[in-house]
């Protein structure tokens, strides 16, 4: 429960029309704040502002703000019109091969507009901030599970962005005293146990819902990208931390600065590896279905094996993971149903 202080809290969420973002959005009015989704709707869709618009949470008022990261005078807008306590930052491109072909259009949009962002936010004193960042920061794992500790040398634009966007933030702090946590997620997958928000990319790249896409309705198959690696059975190792579970911790790392915790960076992921063909075969289990697959040459830039060490995570927010890959597909699956349902309408 919040106090009646922090309840009134104004709290500010860029890309909030977003997969994670909108999440995160469900989560913060069911713990009591206020708060103001600012987003281009570029990747975010108005369909789920109006979704999150509907959701009554007692007490809690939502707004939404159309616009840009790189306009100073949108951000402006909010800032003036609101009183912001706290930023949780979302907004931002996170394809990792568009990054490495297009790296303008990264560096531009996920640095700048961050920078934007916070200039506006020093202006009004606002020194508060909840940052998504990656586990694509550490780059080529020298060791697993990856740990604070391990170092960080990404191997892509995307991940620079994120790591450059984690210096500036310690440089504002030594100067202006922005406070800020970084949460480096592993990969974030299942949708809202009420069915009500999910993921939502065009293209989709990630690997759960595009198994959950291939099916003989829609003609895709699945393509498995890389059987040759040295792993258990020699698909790619990854970490899936429910989305619920994660914006769990952005909750607490929210509660960690209000309280007045110092700069901070976590992992967040669940310390358990499943390979590619694990994930496939549990889709296969959970919705009863076959999906046609193809085997193809390993994709660009994928380590054999990413996983977490989050214990840092529990021991400094007091955050566990609770939900299982398992219940990752059954949420994705059932929003995978609903969002072809409205796609068809
Ligand atoms: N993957 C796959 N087919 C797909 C999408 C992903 O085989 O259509 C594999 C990918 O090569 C990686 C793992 O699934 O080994 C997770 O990829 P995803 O894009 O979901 O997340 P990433 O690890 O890139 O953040």
Not at 127 to 149: H, L, N, R
Not at 312 to 319: D, H, P, Q, R, S
Request: hydrophobic share 35%; proline share 3%.
């Amino acid at each position: 429960m919040l106090s009646q202080k922090e309840s009134k809290m104004n709290i500010l969420v860029t890309g909030g029309a977003g997969y994670i973002g909108s999440h995160n959005v469900i989560a913060l009015l069911d713990a009591g704040y206020n708060v103001i989704i600012f987003d281009n709707l570029e990747l975010g869709h108005i369909e789920t502002v109006e979704t999150l618009k509907s959701i009554k949470s007692e007490g809690s008022v939502i707004d939404f703000v159309k616009g840009n990261l790189l306009l100073i005078q949108d951000i402006e807008s909010v800032f003036s019109k609101h009183k912001i306590d706290a930023i949780l930052h979302f907004a931002a491109y996170s394809q990792v091969a568009e990054s490495v072909k297009e790296p303008q259009k990264y560096y531009y949009n996920n640095v700048l507009g961050t920078l934007n962002l916070l200039n506006v936010a020093m202006d009004y004193d606002v020194k508060k901030i909840v940052f998504s960042s990656t586990a694509a920061t550490y780059g080529e794992p020298e060791y697993v599970p990856i740990d604070e500790k391990h170092p960080q040398n990404p191997i892509n634009t995307y991940g620079k962005t994120k790591l450059m966007i984690e210096n500036i933030m310690d440089d504002y702090d030594r100067a202006y005293g922005l406070k800020s946590v970084r949460l480096r997620y592993f990969n974030v997958a299942g949708a809202d146990s009420q069915n009500r928000v999910g993921e939502w990319h065009n293209p989709e790249t990630h690997l759960i819902p595009n198994i959950l896409k291939s099916t003989s309705d829609t003609g895709k198959v699945f393509q498995m990208f890389g059987t040759d690696y040295d792993t258990k059975d020699g698909t790619c190792v990854r970490d899936y931390i429910n989305v619920e579970d994660l914006a769990n911790a952005h909750l607490l790392a929210l509660k960690y600065l209000l309280d007045g915790g110092e700069t901070n960076y976590f992992n967040l992921g669940t310390k358990e590896g499943s390979s590619v063909k694990e994930v496939f075969d549990m889709c296969e289990k959970v919705t009863g279905k076959k999906f046609p697959v193809k085997i193809q040459p390993r994709r660009a830039g994928d380590p054999a094996i990413l996983i977490a060490d989050n214990k840092k995570a529990k021991e400094i927010l007091g955050w566990t993971p609770v939900r299982s890959l398992e219940k990752s597909i059954q949420t994705a699956y059932r929003w995978e149903q609903e969002l072809s349902k409205r796609l068809a309408n």
